[in-house]
């Protein structure tokens, strides 16, 4: 969870989420960081639920936010956030999520692969209705990189090579408001991978308008030069226990 540092009580606080890519550095949304500085935002890692004792926040050293990330079509939206003192990764109740290899090529991951969305955003579409507990929701992706029809969106462009689309078209299960920059996880051989970035929506859990995220093997390389330790080369030294939030799995319907 991503809180403001100056809110003492985390369920007010959070306002984004992120994936704990090392022990020091974490991945996120950049439309989440415009305006604040790395002094007014802090991490809370390793708990289910916002407030539980024992929670304890992580301060933020750098905001890196990708250069070329635009706020009015929401193009390259990511950011990384390093930390100021590692945390301890110890695969019970911290694990790193693994980034794509490269040789995935950018148009993994296909369509109508089974990923898991995470937050502790909005669970209403008409209300303002947000959880303490961790919730999560399993989406199908729908297009691949080169399948421009990903919903009728009137905000900002689908942009295939840069985003990728996801839902669960039966159920209604979506990301909502407070969910950004929180992972799209792909299970690959064991490993939970990140695929997408929580960006943007027209609405929540509408069968037409589906969850558009920041597709993350189009980073890999800007990911890399500026936090080397993530090159995949370096992936055997990080702990890869299952991510917290998947351990305590639990569905969003609306």
């Not at 935002?41 to 289910?48: D, L, M, P, R």
């Amino acid at each position: 969870a991503l809180v403001y540092s100056g809110v003492s009580q985390d369920g007010y606080a959070q306002f984004c989420g992120g994936s704990i890519a090392s022990e020091n550095w974490i991945v996120t949304a950049a439309h989440c960081l415009p305006g604040l500085a790395a002094g007014d935002i802090e991490i809370i890692a390793g708990i289910t639920t916002l407030g539980e004792p024992g929670s304890a926040r992580s301060a933020v050293q750098q905001i890196i936010s990708h250069p070329e990330y635009d706020d009015a079509t929401l193009e390259n939206d990511i950011a990384l956030l390093k930390l100021a003192s590692p945390l301890n990764l110890d695969s019970a109740a911290r694990s790193a999520i693994a980034l794509p290899y490269a040789q995935q090529g950018t148009s993994w991951p296909a369509a109508n692969t089974c990923a898991t969305v995470s937050g502790w955003g909005n669970t209403s579409t008409t209300t303002a209705n947000y959880p303490d507990d961790l919730m999560a929701a399993e989406v199908d992706v729908l297009t691949g990189p080169t399948d421009p029809q990903c919903g009728s969106y009137s905000t900002y462009d689908y942009l295939p090579e840069l985003m990728l689309c996801a839902a669960e078209m039966t159920l209604g299960r979506d990301a909502c408001q407070g969910d950004s920059g929180g992972p799209l996880a792909v299970d690959v051989a064991g490993n939970w991978t990140l695929a997408g970035i929580v960006s943007w929506g027209f609405g929540c859990a509408d069968p037409l308008y589906p969850g558009v995220y920041t597709r993350v093997t189009r980073y890999l390389g800007w990911v890399e030069n500026h936090a080397p330790e993530l090159n995949p080369d370096y992936e055997e030294d990080i702990p890869m226990g299952l991510p917290i939030w998947l351990l305590y799995e639990a569905s969003r319907t609306n």
